[in-house]
Nanobody, 119 residues
Framework: QVQLIESGGGSVRAGDSLRLSCTARARTFSSHAMGWFRQAPGKERELVARIRWSNGEPYYADSVKGRFSISRAKVGNTIYLQMNSLQPDDTAVYYC????????????WGQGTQVTVSS
């Protein structure tokens, strides 16, 4: 019923920047929070950043603090992940996720977008 569409991934050099976008497409959409996860080959999926839908309060993993910034559009159902000072360890598939109002977990996931950072 809710589809999350990610875009903005690509292949860049260390020190470059990328901006990921995620749009929720649905007749109706009610979210408590939305976030970005990533999964690198051979590693577990990890939370990178999340944003509370009601007031825009962000959270960041320690590994990306000061480099990444999550935000939401003033209108509509789109969030962004601005990634600066990218490094090879950031290489992963990045997934957008949504936690609907009343849910205790992220229950809606996008297909993912590949980010590759070379040195």
């Amino acid at each position: 019923q809710v589809q999350l569409i990610e875009s903005g991934g690509g292949s860049v050099r260390a020190g470059d920047s990328l901006r990921l976008s995620c749009t929720a497409r649905a007749r109706t959409f009610s979210s408590h929070a939305m976030g970005w996860f990533r999964q690198a080959p051979g590693k577990e999926r990890e939370l990178v950043a999340r944003i509370r839908w009601s007031n825009g309060e962000p959270y960041y993993a320690d590994s990306v603090k000061g480099r990444f910034s999550i935000s939401r559009a003033k209108v509509g159902n789109t969030i962004y992940l601005q990634m600066n000072s990218l490094q090879p360890d950031d290489t992963a598939v990045y997934y957008c996720a949504a936690q609907r109002v009343g849910a205790d977990r992220y229950d809606t996931w996008g297909q993912g977008t590949q980010v590759t950072v070379s040195s």
